[in-house]
Nanobody
Framework: QVELVESGGGLVQSGGSLGLSCAASGTIEHIVGMEWFRQPPGEMVASITEDNSTFYADSVKDRFTISRSSAKDTVYLQMNSLKPEDTATYYC??????????????????WGQGTQVTVSP
């Protein structure tokens, strides 16, 4: 099992910056992927794999940066050049290894509680 606690977010003016973090606890050694989603519109914003490969949605490319701690228990999202259309609730998500899930039958995906980001014009 994994528990996720998000922090960061808030209100910022257009063009400003914010940082989000998501701390994981529990069976973190079996985490293979960490992602940030936002709602609306219900899209994956960025992801990072266990080998530190990253992926970004076109809408945030070159503005957002995903990273994680050396202990691999915290994922970050640095958001620069924010736009009003970035306003959303941001959720972190982690995925566990398939072999571990098959062996233990725990859920394969876990979500944070969400944190609000509001960008004013």
């Amino acid at each position: 099992q994994v528990e996720l606690v998000e922090s960061g977010g808030g209100l910022v003016q257009s063009g400003g910056s914010l940082g989000l973090s998501c701390a994981a606890s529990g069976t973190i050694e079996h985490i293979v992927g960490m992602e940030w989603f936002r709602q609306p519109p219900g899209e994956m914003v960025a992801s990072i794999t266990e080998d530190n490969s990253t992926f970004y949605a076109d809408s945030v490319k070159d503005r957002f940066t995903i990273s994680r701690s050396s202990a691999k228990d915290t994922v970050y999202l640095q958001m620069n050049s924010l736009k009003p259309e970035d306003t959303a609730t941001y959720y972190c998500k982690v995925s566990l290894s398939r072999l571990y899930v098959q062996r233990t039958r725990v859920p394969s995906v876990y979500w944070g509680q969400g944190t609000q980001v509001t960008v004013s014009p």
